[in-house]
């Protein structure tokens, strides 16, 4: 596998279940993203790792979670969604030098996600 | 804050055509610039990158020129074709920052 991997590439889920959202990164990197993506709205950041620590959460709810066993991989776990959940999520990672130079992204295919 | 403007879509162009789409951005530190294509069902792609002033990122037939004067990082291509429709983002990252931002995307569709 080469780049960045995500699976499952389509879930649909009802309100009550519960599922996880795996990515893969084989690049090296030390930083990972998650990103929603719904039709009409602009590219939303979710949450960053870097160095496997959790940086950033854009005010997410908390029926998302996420977790960072390692710097290759990032899962986010879904339980309890609602319909306006439905979107492509997008998993992300860059290389964040010491220098504090960050360059640019890498994106896996993405899941489509669809809440019923 | 940082913040990137594209032109709002979508461009329909017929095939062979020039394409240019804007990109304008605000930062407040040197930003690094990129564009990004998203064909359908697929995530994104690193299309081509500037890191600084006057750097020229080229890829595939696009073209883009990181201009600080005016802000701007339009992407160009000379004769586009039908396999260039798709979705194309713009994003900058401020140096010692790891927060990437988007641009709204904008749709490009090339007819035969």
């Known amino acids: 596998e080469t780049g960045v991997t995500q699976t499952p590439r389509h879930l649909v889920m009802g309100m009550t279940n519960k599922k996880s959202l795996k990515c893969e990164q084989h690049l090296g990197h030390n930083a990972m993203y998650w990103y929603k993506q719904s039709a009409k709205k602009p590219l939303e950041l979710m949450f960053v790792y870097n160095f496997k620590e959790q940086t950033e959460n854009n005010s997410v709810p908390s029926r998302f979670s996420p977790e960072c066993p390692n710097s290759s991989h990032l899962f986010l776990h879904l339980h309890t969604l609602q319909p306006e959940d439905s979107a492509l999520y997008l998993c992300a990672s860059s290389q964040v030098y010491a220098s504090g130079g960050t360059y640019e992204q890498y994106f896996g295919p993405g899941t489509r996600l669809t809440v019923t | 804050g940082d913040s990137v403007t594209q032109m709002e879509g979508p461009v329909t162009l017929s095939e062979e055509a020039f394409l240019t789409i804007n990109c304008t951005y605000t930062?407040?530190?040197?930003?690094?610039l990129f564009w990004y294509v998203q064909y359908p069902g697929e995530g994104l792609q690193l299309l081509l990158k500037a890191t600084k002033a006057d750097d020229k990122g080229s890829n595939k037939g696009f073209e883009a020129t990181y201009r600080k004067e005016t802000t701007s990082f339009h992407l160009e291509k000379g004769s586009v074709q039908v396999s260039d429709s798709a979705v194309y983002f713009c994003a900058l990252i401020t140096s010692g920052t790891y927060k990437y931002i988007f641009g709204t995307g904008t749709r490009l569709k090339v007819l035969a």
């Open positions: 930062a407040t530190g040197y930003p690094s």
